[in-house]
């Protein structure tokens, strides 16, 4: 179970914050001060640390700086009301890997959380299998079959974010968010586009694979060994 420490003095979204980890099946501790926190930070195994700068004990630059001197690599993600771009490039400068302006969508929350986890992975186990796939992260590369597929950039991040959803039904607007960083618009054809692009690609190398099947009115469901 990965495990999130959540540093926010406003209870009431502290409280709301846990609960909707949890529900990701997340282990989540929770502290209202930023000394406890890198303390937590010091005794404690956390995969990701979500940081308030409003802290009534310390300014939350100044706990990410101790942070960062703690463990250089942990995944920390920035809430803040401060909104203005000077805000957000002082975080990112001080070490934070993303920065989340108050209010948010809890949804995004989870998404970013989910997003720093799988970078994470990435970068400690280069190379992944999925099936009869191989990806290499480092070289942004995927073989099937020991064959390697030819894809464009844009190929490559779709053909990745389906393979580590393998065994799920995935939405348009999951995909557009995920691999386009936009909200999804019905109005756009982008998914469907490269959907194809990807099927005929697989095709020239394995066409018994049945890789991407169309759920309608849902999305896709990923197989990566046939169904």
Do not use: C
Request: net charge negative; charged share 30%.
């Amino acid at each position: 179970m990965k495990r999130v420490l959540v540093i926010d003095d406003d209870t009431t979204l502290q409280t709301l914050m846990r609960k909707v980890l949890e529900r990701e099946s997340f282990e989540v501790v929770t502290t209202k001060f930023g000394k406890e926190g890198v303390e937590y930070l010091k005794s404690n195994g956390f995969n990701v640390v979500v940081l308030d700068m409003g802290l009534p004990d310390a300014d939350g630059l100044e706990i990410l700086a101790e942070m960062r001197s703690i463990d250089s690599s942990i995944p920390i993600i920035i809430v803040s009301a401060r909104d203005t771009i000077d805000d957000k490039v002082s975080g990112l400068y001080e070490g934070a890997d993303d920065y989340l302006i108050k209010p948010f969508n809890f949804k995004e929350l989870v998404a970013r959380v989910k997003v720093l986890l799988r970078r994470k992975e990435k970068e400690s186990k280069p190379i992944s299998h999925f099936g009869k796939f191989e990806v290499d992260y480092f070289k942004q590369k995927v073989r099937l079959d020991g064959s390697s597929l030819d894809v464009s950039n844009k190929e490559y991040d779709l053909l990745v974010y389906l393979l580590e959803n393998a065994g799920e039904i995935v939405t348009y607007s999951e995909i557009a968010e995920s691999v386009w960083d936009i909200y999804f618009d019905r109005n756009t054809n982008y998914v469907n586009v490269y959907i194809s692009y990807l099927r005929k690609k697989i095709a020239d190398i394995n066409d018994e694979l049945k890789f991407i099947e169309t759920k309608r009115g849902k999305g896709f469901k990923i197989h990566v060994s046939g169904y």
